[in-house]
Structures are given as structure tokens and as C-alpha cells.
């Protein structure tokens, strides 16, 4: 369970029960980005230890102290460090409970940090852990489980650096362990920190309290509104009595009524303008004549653009969406430019975005890094090295990329011999044949309707575009068990992007029937 703790008056109270357990220093270092130091770290254990393992599987209480040297460490990065750290060197963890606390934690600044300001990360045994800031609680919990991914971020796989890992896990006694004890010991805060930090608490509270006046207030408007709307249509309805019985009583009294009009004459209604037929853009005719250095120009750019678009189509099916950056919330279009070479070696790799979360930009050059190698350049493509621009966007609620569009082939790379009826059949058919084929293949038998023996032939018709993508589906013929049927719609999902239609079939798109019998 996370709490932030009562606020008393004004402000929270400020003391910080010492502990009742003996801890022994067992590491210092210093946290630097980009050459730059963020804080002093240091962790107390009750026995010393070099082993990262021993220290994780630790029962016994444990102290994490950070003491901030740098001038300034804002609430983005304080957050992107933190996330970044955590997410690296820790397997994803499903348990909303320790997300939130992650949450909370990695985004509780409201403005920056300063030198002096203090971070105290504990775990207590029969307490469980809890964060203050300058003296003032901020996160408690009732397990270790929140230290443990907290002091991983230092001692994981992926520390901050090897030399970090290495003091922290070894009580140093050289000339640069006994400096940073010294500065360690001289970097204290203020009470108007503490203060700062008490009121951001406040602040929060107010504004929780704010909420649920706000939300009170918004029902009690509810109740009134909907009170008020009876009473109106309790008086509607005797007004409507009252009306009723005049009308009845007008009637029977008069002695000739009134004709009653029958005739409405008809609404006229606004003819639809005929839309016209669209233009058919001419088809550039392919000459006889030796190539022009324009056309060899238009060739050379074709073949570049079409390896660039095979590239970046195959680096996006590469992607997945990191699960501690869907967690933390974190989004945004990562933007990346580089190099390739022949044998696909990639160069030059840079972020064109440094604010970007490198989560999300390590994920992106990943994929760049797996997939090159595999997509090689044409031959006629002139050059040894090309430059690509990449981008992809992570939001966690619309997946959906920039359409990718293939490079058309110049007129002067075109067949001038036109296709038989056999040649073209033949042609279409093999690339069916593939797509069923690439598709079968990511179809498996779910393991419990296997057991449950469910069978039945699943028939979906689906239509793709000429860059082999799924433009949309039609079910044909489905069995009673939706499984089956979801199965073979996610095998559909997972297959794209699919092959290209053959450019010398000369289609926008083409619909193939997939079919499949569970058996």
C-alpha cells in the first residue's frame, strides 16, 4: 500500500523518525549524465556486501542516500533518469500497486532539485520501505519491493556506469572514496526545502480535497437538476390536463366545428449534383531512344527511395512498444537519422530529438540495428553509403503510423512487352500463394480449444494494397468458437506488412480468401 502522509496544518510535519537498526556504509559514488554529476550516492547495508544478488534477496533493512551536487536537476529529467534506470535493469512487473508507487515516485518533483537537497530511500524490516526529501515522508510502503526496483537502477545489469557499480558494491578506502565521504557529509539542505517540499504535499492535498468538493458539488447539481426536471414535467403534464379538458369542453359546445386542413403540400427537395468521373492521369510512354541523363537520374532516386522504403517498412514491424514505457506513460515520435551501407552496417545513428525518452529511442535504434542487415540495397543501386531518415510514434492510444507510400517505377524501368493472359494468372497466383502461405504460418492452434476439442473452417476475404498492407476484411464463413475465428484474425494482424503486389501486375490492390480448418 502507498500513502503520502497527514498533512498537520500548514505544512507536514518535518521530523523523520531515526532508525532503530545499525547500518554500516557500503559503497559511495557519484551519478553522472553526460560528464556532468547529478548526486552523491550511498547505500547502508547491515553487513557489507559485493554481491548485487546478496543485497536484493536481503531480508534485513537497507538504506539508499542520494545528496544532489548538480546546481539544478529538473522534475523531466529527474523523471526520465529515474524511469530509464528502473526500466533497464528490472524485469516488467505486472502489479499496478508497485506502478503506481513507481509513478508516484519518478514524477513527485514540481519544480527542480537543488544542490543540498536530500533523498532518503528505505527499507525497514516489519515497516517496510518509505522516501523522504529533505526529511519530509513522502512514500510508504509495506514491503521491500519498492527498494529493491529502486536500488537495482544502481546495482542491475545496466548500472549508470561499471565504476558507479563497482564503489557502490566495495566500501573503497582510496584517495577518491574518502573525498566523496567528505563532500557526502558537507552537502545539507534547508529548512525552507523542507518546507518547499511539504507544501508541494499540501498542494496536492488541496487539490485531491478541491476534487472531491468539485465532484460533491457536480452530484448535489445532478440531484437538483434531475428534482427540478420532475417538478417541471409534473407541471407540463397538468398543464397539458388542464389544455386536454378546455379543448373537450370547446368542442362539444361549438356547433359547427371548423374544417380541419388536410393538405401539406410537398417539400421540395434539392436535387444531388452528379459527382464527375475523375480525370485519368496519362501513362508517361516508354521510349525506344538510349536513356536521357534525366531518366538514368529518375532510375538512380527510384532504387534509393524504394531500399529506403523497404528499409523503414521492416524496421517498423520491428517495434514493439517497450512495456515499462507504456507503464510510465511515456509517448512521443522518435526521430532518428543514419547511415548504410552496402552490407547493411549501420553509421552515424543520432536521435534528432535528445528529449525524447530513451526507452522509446533505444527500442527504435534496436530495430534499426536488427533489421538492416537483413535488407540489402539492389544491385543497380549506385553508391556505397545512403543516408535514411526514420520516425516512428509511440502513443499508447492510436498505434497507427504515417502511410508509407512505395516509390512508383519510372517509365524508363518498365516492361515495354505487354503480359499474356497465362503470364498474368501465373504471376497473381504465385503471389496469392505466398501471402496464404506467410499467413498459415502464423496460425496456431490455441492450446485450450485444442484440449476442449473445438474444429470448424474459418474463411476471412481480405483486400491488400499494393504496399501489402490490409485495407479491410470481410468474414466469410466463421465457426462457433470465437477463438478459432480471433485466431485467425490475429495471424492476419501479425503477417503485415505482407509482400508487395509485383509491379508488373499494375494494381492499386487485390483480394485473396484465407482460409484455414481447425482440426
Do not use: C
Amino acid at each position: 500500500m502507498m500513502k503520502l502522509l497527514p498533512l498537520l496544518g500548514v505544512i507536514l510535519s518535518l521530523t523523520l523518525a531515526a532508525p532503530t537498526f545499525a547500518l554500516t556504509l557500503n559503497g559511495i559514488a557519484t551519478y553522472e549524465l553526460l560528464r556532468k554529476e547529478i548526486y552523491i550516492a550511498s547505500l547502508f547495508l547491515t553487513e557489507p556486501t559485493d554481491n548485487a544478488q546478496t543485497i536484493l534477496t536481503s531480508s534485513q533493512s537497507k538504506r539508499m542516500a542520494i545528496k544532489v551536487t548538480s546546481k539544478r536537476w529538473s522534475p523531466r529529467r529527474w523523471s526520465r533518469m529515474w524511469q530509464n534506470d528502473i526500466a533497464i535493469n528490472n524485469p516488467f512487473v505486472s502489479d499496478d500497486a508497485l506502478i503506481n508507487q513507481l509513478m508516484m515516485f519518478s514524477g513527485f518533483l514540481d519544480e527542480p532539485l537543488v544542490q543540498g537537497d536530500e533523498i532518503i530511500i528505505d527499507y525497514i524490516v516489519g515497516a517496510g520501505t518509505s522516501i523522504s526529501i529533505n526529511n519530509v515522508q513522502i512514500i510508504s510502503t509495506s514491503s521491500d519491493k519498492l527498494f529493491n526496483l529502486l536500488v537495482n537502477a544502481w546495482i542491475g545489469k545496466l548500472p549508470p556506469s561499471g565504476e558507479f557499480k563497482r564503489r557502490i558494491l566495495s566500501t573503497g578506502t582510496d584517495e577518491l572514496s574518502q573525498t566523496l565521504k567528505s563532500r557526502f557529509n558537507g552537502v545539507n539542505y534547508t529548512n525552507q526545502r523542507s518546507q518547499l517540499i511539504a507544501s508541494w504535499i499540501k498542494k496536492r492535498k488541496d487539490s485531491e480535497l478541491a476534487d472531491i468538493k468539485a465532484k460533491a458539488k457536480a452530484l448535489a447539481d445532478v440531484k437538483a437538476a434531475a428534482l427540478a426536471e420532475v417538478k417541471k414535467e409534473k407541471a407540463l403534464a397538468e398543464k397539458n390536463r388542464k389544455e386536454k379538458a378546455q379543448k373537450k369542453k370547446k368542442a362539444v359546445a361549438a356547433a359547427r366545428p371548423k374544417p380541419v386542413k388536410t393538405y401539406v403540400a410537398p417539400k421540395k427537395v434539392a436535387k444531388k449534383k452528379k459527382l464527375s468521373k475523375p480525370k485519368k492521369i496519362a501513362s508517361v510512354k516508354r521510349s525506344s531512344k538510349k536513356l536521357s541523363k534525366k531518366q538514368l537520374a529518375a532510375q538512380s532516386r527510384y532504387y534509393l527511395a524504394l531500399y529506403q522504403w523497404e528499409l523503414k517498412r521492416e524496421i517498423r514491424s520491428a517495434i514493439d512498444y517497450p512495456q515499462w514505457a507504456l507503464k510510465f506513460g511515456q509517448k512521443g515520435t522518435v526521430k532518428v537519422n543514419f547511415n548504410v551501407n552496402r552490407k547493411g552496417v549501420i553509421s552515424k545513428l543520432v536521435n534528432v530529438d535528445e528529449n525524447i525518452s530513451e526507452l522509446l529511442s533505444a527500442e527504435v535504434q534496436n530495430a534499426i540495428k536488427d533489421v538492416a542487415p537483413f535488407i540489402l540495397p539492389p544491385d543497380a543501386l549506385k553508391g556505397s553509403n545512403w543516408p535514411v531518415s526514420f520516425s516512428y510514434k509511440f502513443d499508447p492510444k492510436n498505434s497507427s503510423q504515417a502511410y508509407l507510400k512505395k516509390p512508383v517505377m519510372p517509365a524508363s524501368l518498365s516492361s515495354s512487352s505487354k503480359l499474356s493472359r497465362a503470364q498474368y494468372k501465373k504471376i497473381l497466383s504465385r503471389y496469392i500463394d505466398e501471402l496464404k502461405s506467410i499467413i498459415s504460418t502464423n496460425i496456431e492452434y490455441p492450446v485450450w480449444s485444442k484440449k476442449l476439442n473445438h474444429k470448424g473452417m474459418v474463411e476471412i476475404e481480405i483486400k491488400i494494397n499494393r504496399e501489402g498492407l490490409v485495407e479491410s476484411s470481410k468474414d466469410i464463413s466463421l465457426t462457433r468458437h470465437e477463438t478459432l475465428n480471433q485466431e485467425v484474425r490475429d495471424a492476419i494482424e501479425k503477417s503485415q506488412p505482407l509482400p508487395t503486389i509485383p509491379d508488373e501486375l499494375k494494381l492499386n490492390s487485390t483480394t485473396l480468401k484465407v482460409k484455414y480448418k481447425f482440426k
